[in-house]
């Protein structure tokens, strides 16, 4: 679906407010002092921090009646969310670069994923019933957080203290899917339950379940009990079951604070065949049944965390995590008439398991100006991936499984240093010893300048890198028409990125504040991996190379107005990005030149306080995207094709209030309003692989509501 400009101008206008820094330093109630932790030597207030970070806070996550990170970040400024209907997973990309290049951490430690650690996250397993909030920080974040950090970070901060001494909530969610209801196989169906109890002074403990059934979208498909073989049987989004549980104990005494949490995570999605098999029962009617699949996942997470002072001065941060993933598909025999499952055969189909220890150490010098941090970060990975996973071969062309360890072992040191009491200055170097690539490095400098008048700059610049994935790696998939193939001997992305912002706050009286923002960022990565068009004949050849070289450059302006009871809030991006890539075996090189693409977002939101009500519109415009893709002309020669993705918009409105003295909440809100399902995208060149087509986005226009009851009790 398209807007044009000038009506989406005119809406802007008149909602102002921006998406993404609604979640950041909101005006109202002080959020300009709210405490941050992540890329900070100790928790400090958001102003005080030299790089810029964006704060989503609990009250966000709330009134988006968000329940996975997806739905969050679907109205962040600069960042696009990609779902696919096949196996209904959303990654995340950022700067025009997906989601192998930004890190999601939790209490930063980086969540294990099929294909990453830290990256290649899919955003709809990500459960946020116990976060507190998420802290986002764009650009190169090497130093702190080691490899995969290189358009930016996101730190999930949960839960660790009730502010009753118990604390009991109990949330049923109901949505639509489209236009698709109905309570046991229709929709989505949302229900948790939480508990946390203060034992004393010094211990708490928390646990908490929660369920999310998505019965997947029809669309014009007739569903796994269709029996006619004319290819509408099954789900235009497959359904998906998913499973979350976690329990956290916690002790606080003066300084010292440590907490255990464990977290499981548990999802099955159903796949089910178009293809209809007739069974000759002769002399009985003739049956029919389908050759189905299940795709079943669980992880398991551990996590200990110390925190405290050594020798009345130094400050250590230790964590240590044990991770363990694994997906297993399971085939069957579906019945279409009894509805019976027979045959069922399960096989592990891909698992990792992780060793994770990161800490920290500062407070060396009892100085207010100068400040000392030196750390480490332990990685030990083993990777499974059975053959059917990605279609690897052994060099005698035979299917095999792959079993590899990767490990690394990081040192890092980087220092604040308040020059005068407007310049502080932050330098830091990371070192990595890697068991698999060459040793890598990570460097970064940040400043920061407070003016007169509430003017805050900021400039950072950071160098980061990133490693290669399993399939870049080990894939090999030959046959009469395909040639696909890893590389072993990839080496490591490295990439650059600078930053300058200016914020500037404005109070005219008690109660109007108006803050603005203007942030320019560029990126550069060198050795970029890419699927690289080999030769042409007899078959085309694909392989893994480090041969493109990417450059990025945005300009960013968020601004924000709080009046009364009102925040508005505006944000504009405007993104620049040249990809070369030099085949040189085939003598053509692609266009260097920047194409550019236009994100705005914005939001409003109104408090009733007499009616403890909240109401709340999101609105993002992203604009038209362009790439140029390896791919061979009508004469079958090597050509580089320019593909579109068509600009489309996305609005959603929620209306959440609270009753019996907050001990009942109730949202109720739509999604997608403008009823987005495809949109466009394809080459508008002639050639063999050239032509437009549907890409499948959202499944359209949606309701919800959600209900929480709290019981909350004090000693």
């Given at each position: 679906?398209?807007?044009?400009?000038?009506?989406?101008?005119?809406?802007?206008?008149?909602?102002?407010?921006?998406?993404?820094?609604?979640?950041?330093?909101?005006?109202?109630?002080?959020?300009?002092?709210?405490?941050?932790?992540?890329?900070?030597?100790?928790?400090?207030?958001?102003?005080?921090?030299?790089?810029?970070?964006?704060?989503?806070?609990?009250?966000?996550?709330?009134?988006?009646?968000?329940?996975?990170?997806?739905?969050?970040?679907?109205?962040?400024?600069?960042?696009?969310?990609?779902?696919?209907?096949?196996?209904?997973?959303?990654?995340?990309?950022?700067?025009?670069?997906?989601?192998?290049?930004?890190?999601?951490?939790?209490?930063?430690?980086?969540?294990?994923?099929?294909?990453?650690?830290?990256?290649?996250?899919?955003?709809?397993?990500?459960?946020?019933?116990?976060?507190?909030?998420?802290?986002?920080?764009?650009?190169?974040?090497?130093?702190?957080?080691?490899?995969?950090?290189?358009?930016?970070?996101?730190?999930?901060?949960?839960?660790?203290?009730?502010?009753?001494?118990?604390?009991?909530?109990?949330?049923?969610?109901?949505?639509?899917?489209?236009?698709?209801?109905?309570?046991?196989?229709?929709?989505?169906?949302?229900?948790?339950?939480?508990?946390?109890?203060?034992?004393?002074?010094?211990?708490?403990?928390?646990?908490?379940?929660?369920?999310?059934?998505?019965?997947?979208?029809?669309?014009?498909?007739?569903?796994?009990?269709?029996?006619?073989?004319?290819?509408?049987?099954?789900?235009?989004?497959?359904?998906?079951?998913?499973?979350?549980?976690?329990?956290?104990?916690?002790?606080?005494?003066?300084?010292?604070?440590?907490?255990?949490?464990?977290?499981?995570?548990?999802?099955?999605?159903?796949?089910?065949?178009?293809?209809?098999?007739?069974?000759?029962?002769?002399?009985?009617?003739?049956?029919?049944?389908?050759?189905?699949?299940?795709?079943?996942?669980?992880?398991?997470?551990?996590?200990?965390?110390?925190?405290?002072?050594?020798?009345?001065?130094?400050?250590?941060?230790?964590?240590?995590?044990?991770?363990?993933?694994?997906?297993?598909?399971?085939?069957?025999?579906?019945?279409?008439?009894?509805?019976?499952?027979?045959?069922?055969?399960?096989?592990?189909?891909?698992?990792?398991?992780?060793?994770?220890?990161?800490?920290?150490?500062?407070?060396?010098?009892?100085?207010?100006?100068?400040d000392l941090q030196l750390g480490y970060e332990a990685v030990a990975e083993n990777g499974f991936y059975d053959a059917s996973a990605g279609i690897f071969k052994d060099d005698n062309q035979q299917l095999t499984n792959i079993r590899k360890r990767f490990g690394n072992y990081d040192v890092f040191a980087s220092a604040e240093i308040k020059a005068t009491r407007k310049l502080s200055i932050r330098p830091g170097l990371r070192y990595s010893f890697q068991s698999v690539f060459d040793d890598q490095y990570a460097a970064s400098l940040g400043l920061r300048y407070l003016f007169p008048k509430a003017i805050e700059m900021r400039m950072s610049l950071g160098r980061s890198y990133r490693t290669p994935n399993f399939d870049e790696l080990y894939t090999y998939f030959v046959d009469s028409n395909h040639n696909l193939q890893g590389n072993e001997s990839l080496s490591p992305e490295a990439a650059m990125s600078y930053e300058l912002s200016v914020k500037k706050s404005t109070s005219f009286d008690a109660d109007v504040k108006v803050s603005n923002t203007l942030a320019v960022t560029l990126l550069t990565v060198d050795d970029r991996i890419s699927l690289v068009l080999e030769d042409i004949v007899p078959t085309q050849r694909y392989k893994y190379l480090n041969i493109d070289r990417y450059k990025m450059w945005n300009l960013a302006s968020t601004n924000q107005l709080s009046y009364e009871n009102w925040n508005l809030n505006l944000g504009l991006a405007l993104v620049g990005i040249s990809q070369q890539i030099d085949l040189a075996a085939l003598g053509a090189t692609s266009d260097n030149r920047f194409l550019y693409a236009l994100q705005i977002n914005s939001s409003i939101s109104y408090s009733i306080p007499a009616w403890r009500t909240l109401l709340a519109i999101y609105y993002k415009y992203n604009g038209r995207q362009q790439q140029y893709i390896a791919s061979t002309d009508a004469n079958n020669n090597a050509a580089f094709l320019l593909s579109e993705i068509e600009a489309y918009s996305w609005m959603d409105a929620s209306v959440r209030r609270e009753f019996f003295g907050k001990k009942l909440e109730v949202s109720l809100g739509m999604r997608n309003l403008f009823n987005i399902r495809t949109i466009r995208t394809g080459t508008a060149t002639t050639g063999i692989h050239s032509g437009a087509s549907d890409m499948l986005l959202g499944y359209g226009r949606s309701a919800f509501v959600k209900l929480t009851y709290n019981l909350n009790f004090n000693k």
């Amino acid at each position: 679906m398209k807007v044009s400009l000038p009506i989406l101008f005119t809406f802007v206008a008149y909602i102002s407010a921006s998406g993404q820094q609604q979640h950041t330093d909101s005006l109202k109630t002080d959020k300009l002092e709210e405490v941050i932790v992540t890329g900070q030597f100790e928790p400090q207030a958001l102003n005080k921090a030299v790089h810029q970070v964006r704060v989503i806070t609990k009250r966000d996550i709330q009134q988006l009646a968000a329940n996975n990170l997806g739905d969050v970040l679907n109205q962040y400024l600069n960042i696009s969310v990609r779902t696919s209907g096949s196996d209904g997973r959303s990654q995340v990309s950022m700067f025009g670069l997906d989601a192998q290049y930004f890190k999601i951490l939790v209490d930063n430690i980086p969540l294990v994923t099929d294909n990453g650690l830290g990256n290649n996250t899919d955003l709809t397993q990500v459960n946020l019933d116990e976060v507190e909030r998420i802290e986002i920080i764009e650009g190169a974040m090497g130093v702190t957080h080691g490899a995969n950090a290189v358009s930016g970070i996101l730190n999930i901060i949960t839960k660790k203290q009730s502010v009753h001494d118990c604390e009991i909530s109990a949330t049923v969610q109901e949505e639509t899917v489209s236009d698709e209801f109905a309570f046991f196989n229709k929709g989505r169906h949302i229900q948790s339950v939480k508990a946390s109890h203060n034992l004393n002074e010094n211990w708490s403990v928390s646990a908490g379940i929660n369920r999310n059934d998505f019965a997947g979208y029809f669309a014009e498909r007739k569903g796994k009990d269709y029996s006619l073989n004319d290819g509408l049987r099954g789900y235009t989004w497959l359904p998906k079951e998913q499973f979350t549980a976690n329990a956290l104990a916690g002790y606080r005494n003066g300084s010292f604070r440590l907490f255990y949490r464990f977290d499981y995570f548990g999802e099955q999605v159903d796949f089910r065949n178009p293809i209809v098999v007739p069974q000759d029962n002769y002399p009985f009617p003739e049956t029919f049944y389908a050759n189905d699949r299940r795709y079943i996942s669980n992880r398991f997470n551990q996590h200990l965390n110390a925190y405290g002072k050594i020798f009345g001065t130094l400050s250590y941060n230790v964590s240590l995590s044990h991770q363990r993933q694994q997906r297993d598909f399971e085939d069957f025999r579906y019945q279409l008439e009894t509805r019976h499952e027979s045959a069922n055969s399960r096989k592990k189909y891909q698992s990792k398991d992780v060793l994770y220890s990161t800490g920290t150490l500062s407070g060396f010098f009892k100085s207010d100006s100068f400040d000392l941090q030196l750390g480490y970060e332990a990685v030990a990975e083993n990777g499974f991936y059975d053959a059917s996973a990605g279609i690897f071969k052994d060099d005698n062309q035979q299917l095999t499984n792959i079993r590899k360890r990767f490990g690394n072992y990081d040192v890092f040191a980087s220092a604040e240093i308040k020059a005068t009491r407007k310049l502080s200055i932050r330098p830091g170097l990371r070192y990595s010893f890697q068991s698999v690539f060459d040793d890598q490095y990570a460097a970064s400098l940040g400043l920061r300048y407070l003016f007169p008048k509430a003017i805050e700059m900021r400039m950072s610049l950071g160098r980061s890198y990133r490693t290669p994935n399993f399939d870049e790696l080990y894939t090999y998939f030959v046959d009469s028409n395909h040639n696909l193939q890893g590389n072993e001997s990839l080496s490591p992305e490295a990439a650059m990125s600078y930053e300058l912002s200016v914020k500037k706050s404005t109070s005219f009286d008690a109660d109007v504040k108006v803050s603005n923002t203007l942030a320019v960022t560029l990126l550069t990565v060198d050795d970029r991996i890419s699927l690289v068009l080999e030769d042409i004949v007899p078959t085309q050849r694909y392989k893994y190379l480090n041969i493109d070289r990417y450059k990025m450059w945005n300009l960013a302006s968020t601004n924000q107005l709080s009046y009364e009871n009102w925040n508005l809030n505006l944000g504009l991006a405007l993104v620049g990005i040249s990809q070369q890539i030099d085949l040189a075996a085939l003598g053509a090189t692609s266009d260097n030149r920047f194409l550019y693409a236009l994100q705005i977002n914005s939001s409003i939101s109104y408090s009733i306080p007499a009616w403890r009500t909240l109401l709340a519109i999101y609105y993002k415009y992203n604009g038209r995207q362009q790439q140029y893709i390896a791919s061979t002309d009508a004469n079958n020669n090597a050509a580089f094709l320019l593909s579109e993705i068509e600009a489309y918009s996305w609005m959603d409105a929620s209306v959440r209030r609270e009753f019996f003295g907050k001990k009942l909440e109730v949202s109720l809100g739509m999604r997608n309003l403008f009823n987005i399902r495809t949109i466009r995208t394809g080459t508008a060149t002639t050639g063999i692989h050239s032509g437009a087509s549907d890409m499948l986005l959202g499944y359209g226009r949606s309701a919800f509501v959600k209900l929480t009851y709290n019981l909350n009790f004090n000693k």
